[in-house]
């Protein structure tokens, strides 16, 4: 255990459920387990990912505003607490804690993580004040997180060379024994029958690109039957039942919505699609392959290529080609309905060697 005049805080904007969120739960649950003192510090709502947090994780809950008003409640709380570390995760929340930590006159160790592709991450306004954004954020770190050496790449392109000594990859953590726990759960209702399922996991959002998926789809059902199911919400939903109808496939889709347990989904597929233009380092597809499921994933920035190292592993294809997903996912549903190579790669992105790693960073800037 780290000595210490005060915890280790993670900040998030709220805790909804989302990929970065369940990193932060993660790495703050890993560490209070190894004996740290940790406070999860959230904005806005707090209702997703509470059952998993370490019950030595002390929550704290600021007013519940927008982002941009809560770097004066942060830095209150910096004041008061002085905790040894703060740590945060994507952009938003990276500049209202430099912010805050500014505001506060706080000497506590910065530790942000770049949760996307900085390439991928942005529409058009935003990719024109990403450069800045991150100088504002990251010129007061003492370390920045990047989740795939991609990312890491990317990021050391758009800072300056001084900030490059303290940017580190630290792979997402994953709790493989949780998810093999949920995934023995029965097989959903969804996917019962003889048909063998494709299952999408994921934001309904554009950087998503589920419609690739579903013109893929459309694709397979000419030579094969099976069921798409795809998991999650979001502003696509209605654009993407749209489009099964268009394309005459909406009886062989089923838009699930969200789920409180998707692990026996990917327990239950015969193959996961990971269709996305751009990540940062999807958590769904290491959870996929922890489940032994058969994988295609698109080859986008970033992360993909590093966590599919073999094609016995999962198939890569190009962004936005429906053609070359069609013909990867029908080579995976005449696959074993299992992978172990899959299940195999998984454990090289056990949680505890991301949060030993961690540790190790914060020991280091101490």
């Not at 792979?171 to 097989?187: G, V």
């Not at 589920?210 to 919400?233: D, H, N, S, T």
């Not at 099964?244 to 015969?270: D, K, M, T, W």
Request: hydrophobic residues 50%.
């Amino acid at each position: 255990m780290l000595n210490s005049t005060g915890p280790l805080s993670f900040f998030l904007p709220d805790l909804a459920l989302g990929g970065a969120e369940r990193v932060w739960v993660n790495f703050a649950s890993g560490l209070a387990a190894r004996g740290h003192a940790v406070e999860l510090v959230v904005g806005g709502s707090a209702s997703g990912y509470l059952s998993e947090l370490h019950r030595d994780v002390n929550l704290v809950r600021l007013p519940p505003v927008r982002l941009s008003l809560l770097a004066v409640p942060l830095s209150n709380y910096l004041r008061r607490v002085r905790p040894k570390a703060l740590l945060a995760t994507m952009v938003g929340a990276n500049l209202v804690a430099s912010v805050a930590w500014r505001l506060a006159g706080a000497k506590s160790k910065l530790i942000f993580r770049e949760a996307c592709a900085p390439a991928g991450a942005s529409s058009s306004w935003r990719e024109l004040l990403d450069p800045t954004l991150r100088w504002l954020c990251y010129r007061y770190a003492d370390a920045i997180i990047a989740p795939a050496a991609e990312v890491s790449q990317q990021l050391k392109a758009r800072l300056p060379a001084s900030s490059h000594p303290r940017i580190r990859v630290i792979p997402n953590p994953i709790e493989i024994e949780r998810i093999l726990e949920l995934a023995a759960e029965p097989k959903p209702q969804v996917m019962q029958g003889e048909l063998a399922c494709v299952l999408g996991c994921g934001r309904l959002s554009p950087k998503k690109a589920f419609e690739v998926l579903i013109e893929a789809f459309a694709l397979v059902l000419k030579q094969k039957p099976a069921r798409l199911v795809i998991l999650g919400e979001g502003s696509e939903r209605e654009a993407l039942e749209s489009l099964a109808n268009r394309l005459g496939i909406s009886a062989s889709v089923v838009f699930a919505g969200v789920v409180e347990n998707p692990f026996c989904y990917f327990a239950h597929a015969q193959v996961f699609v990971l269709s996305s233009r751009s990540e940062g380092f999807p958590n769904v597809l290491l959870q996929a392959l922890a489940c032994g499921a058969n994988v295609v994933s698109t080859n986008c920035e970033t992360g993909p290529s590093e966590i599919l190292a073999t094609r016995e592993q999962g198939l890569l294809v190009p962004v936005a080609d429906p053609r070359a997903m069609a013909d990867a996912i029908l080579h995976q549903l005449s696959a074993p309905p299992k992978n172990p190579a899959a299940a195999f790669r998984a454990r090289d992105f056990e949680a505890s060697k991301a949060i030993l790693a961690l540790e190790q960073l914060i020991a280091e800037l101490g």
